[in-house]
């Protein structure tokens, strides 16, 4: 595994950058909307040393900040300052593994227990907050993006917490869950909700059917589901040296439907067909059914068969599909019909429909032209029942990260604003921030930010306004 992502990091845009710069006049092709005043933050790994046997997925998170006011563009970019990044940096090398194996020479008494803090970057109760599902969430300054320290909410949580929160639009409640509640490896998964004001309401947890790697939920206006996808933990095969974490089909597909008022108790089980999805477009409620949108693999990708061998790749490619689950109690099977045969990731709405049906809906998708599986170089334009309405390919080589959405105001219409997305030019080695019209991307980006250097691929980010 660790050879194929030195491999696809040489010809990709997957290696770390080794510095840290402030861009205050970056140039512009195209006009900038004046009504972007705000700052995307993106967040992703970018190991600080290069560490023998570590997977990508536990490199050193870094931050990403494209600041845009009245028409100009400025940058920013730093590593997230972990006790592991700095205990690393003034050792100058590795120390760590990744799921917290330590590496022949480490110090004594040192850990990664507080983790890297390289999945997502969100803002919530006045909070700028860089997360990744492993350990608790990094408070972050914004501007300057220096490490505030762990979040726990005054004592309130404890342990995991996922990189994928679900906020609310009408009420502004944050909620939240953690895998491996119990320790790592462990079945055990604890959720939980945070009110407007960043005060933690409720926190509880409950033991799954198996221990899986959860990396994303569903919730509704009034429902909560936990999917446990056969990417499973396993410390009895981490001791004997094989992957912690496996794909195993033969554990089935479950999803645990629980009411947003209920409790734990209530979960009632669903079942479907193998499958594994890191990441959910929206879902709502539509009378006794709840319809989740969701990019699926019918096999994972990324992670090999308990016995170290690899998954299929023609299977390990997410597509576009919606789960249907019946809560009148008639099944406890729910339904995946694929919407899209296309391959895709990363997928964002307008996130005031978060919860509630959304008529649209963007992801990143792979060029199929192009003989680089995996390769994200476009973006898709969907309705809210699948079908397309546009999408845009990058030049051949060029790669895309997850397009955010953000609106031309508090007021405009669903979809009304722009997909701002990360773009690696291959040809010169380099980055732009494109910024699309959200509703007609087939036009391409309307104005580009030209950075002088890589932004490397990454996982999420989100917009905040200057407000």
Known sequence: MLDQVKTEAARTNLAPIPMECDAPHLKVTGELPRELNGTLYRNGPNPQFDAPGAHWFVGDG???????????ASYRNRWVRTPKWLAEHDAGRALFGGFGRKLPGA???ITDDGGVANTNIIFHGGKLLALEEGHLPTEIEPGTLNRRGYCDYNGAIKGPFTAHPKIDPVTGEMVFFGYNAAGPLTPALSFGSVNAAGVVTRFDRFDAPYASMVHDFIVTENHVLFPILPITGSMERAMRGKPPYAWEPEKGAY?????????????VWFRAESCYVFHVMNAWEEGNR??????????????????????????????????????????????????????????????????????????ACANPDLPMFGALSGIVHVDGKGKRFGKYVLPAGDTISEPVFVERGADAAEGDGWLLSAVWRAQENRSD??????????AGPVALVHLGHRVPDGFHGNWVGAE
Not at 62 to 72: D, K, P, S, T, Y
Not at 332 to 356: N, S, V
Not at 433 to 442: C, R
């Open 62 to 72: 870094m931050l990403h900040a494209f600041h845009l006011e009245n028409g100009r």
């Open 107 to 109: 110090p004594a008494g």
């Open 255 to 267: 999803v645990g439907v629980m009411k947003r008022n209920g409790s734990a108790k209530d979960l």
């Open 290 to 363: 709840v319809i989740a949108d969701v990019m699926q693999f019918e096999e994972a990708p990324l992670f090999p068969h308990p016995d170290g061998s690899k998954t299929d790749p023609q299977k390990s490619r997410a597509r576009y599909c919606r789960w249907t689950f019946d809560l009148s109690g008639n099944t406890d099977r729910f339904t995946q019909t694929y919407l899209d045969d296309l391959t895709g990731e990363f997928p964002r709405i307008d996130d005031r429909r978060a919860g509630r049906a959304n008529s649209h809906g963007w992801y």
């Open 433 to 442: 921030l494109a910024v699309f019209n959200a509703q007609d991307v087939e």
